[in-house]
């Protein structure tokens, strides 16, 4: 199994960036979705999740209105739209896989992709 995410940057503070992970070796339609990141310092935290069927689940308030999860199972990918970015987004972002159903905790989750960074400025 492989997560494959790309999309990262550095970018100023207010702009939009969108995530990507592409799953390989894994029958994606079958797991959930999920993006967590680690800003410098900082434990993990979860981002979003998009389960099996489509339901999502948001983390922090700090994203709930500014990042949007979602999925395209034709293409074994899960996307991270983030608008109105903000310095205290930047941190490396992982995307992550579990059968079925979304959950927050990272350890839940059985594959992680590399991670992407994103930077933003002020």
């Not at 592409?22 to 967590?36: C, D, E, H, K």
């Not at 994203?63 to 999860?69: E, L, M, S």
């Amino acid at each position: 199994v492989q997560l494959q995410a790309s999309g990262g940057g550095l970018v100023q503070a207010g702009v939009s960036l969108r995530l990507s992970c592409a799953a390989s070796g894994l029958t994606f339609r079958r797991y959930a979705m999920g993006w967590f990141r680690q800003a410098p310092g900082k434990e993990r935290e979860f981002v979003a999740a998009i389960n099996w069927n489509g339901e999502i689940i948001y983390g922090a308030d700090s994203v709930k209105g500014r990042f949007t999860i979602s999925r395209d199972n034709a293409k074994n990918t899960v996307y991270l739209q983030m608008n109105s970015l903000k310095p205290e987004d930047t941190a490396v972002y992982f995307c992550a896989a579990r059968m079925y159903g979304a959950e927050v905790a990272g350890d839940e989750y059985k594959y992680w992709g590399q991670g992407t960074l994103v930077t933003v400025s002020s």
